[in-house]
């Protein structure tokens, strides 16, 4: 899973995505719109339209992060996560993000499944601690000790 600097390399070596076995890519607004080269804005305006032209053009799995999250494959599939909130905006969030993806990726699953089951337990940790703590005020290293109690529930949500 590639997040913050690593996404910015990217563009001019994008055949290294594509060869990879299944890229999973986690862009913010800004980091999306340096892969796609276009405006923050244009991603902002239409993220699963940006979503899906990333994930295309990289041969990725493309979560675009935001208030409304969007995972979207190659061929087009997507879902959309609006749950977490704004606590999850913090410095250090998209690196736990990308661990609790990598860790079950290590544990076996498949990428699409690591994927949507980590942007879920990722959304329920932050808002689970929105009602511990508040809206925002938590910091990135305690949404993990909130992932073993929801890993128990039977099935993540999406539209």
Not at 49 to 58: I, L, M, P, Q
Request: aromatic fraction near 6%.
């Amino acid at each position: 899973a590639l997040d913050a600097a690593m996404l910015y390399a990217l563009p001019p070596h994008e055949h290294v995505a594509r060869d990879a076995p299944t890229p999973i890519l986690l862009p913010h607004d800004r980091e999306m719109a340096a892969l796609l080269g276009c405006g923050e804005d244009e991603v902002n305006r239409d993220p699963l339209r940006c979503g899906t032209d990333c994930a295309r053009r990289y041969g990725a799995l493309v979560l675009v992060k935001g208030a409304q999250s969007h995972i979207v494959t190659p061929d087009g599939q997507a879902w959309k996560y609006q749950g977490g909130g704004p606590g999850l905006g913090i410095s250090g969030s998209g690196d736990t993000l990308a661990g609790v993806i990598g860790g079950l990726l290590a544990r076996g699953a498949e990428p699409l499944t690591a994927l949507l089951w980590g942007v879920w337990l990722h959304g329920e940790a932050g808002a689970s601690l929105a009602r511990k703590v508040g809206a925002v005020g938590f910091l990135a290293r305690e949404i993990s000790a909130e992932i073993p109690a929801l890993l128990e529930q039977t099935q993540p949500s999406f539209e």
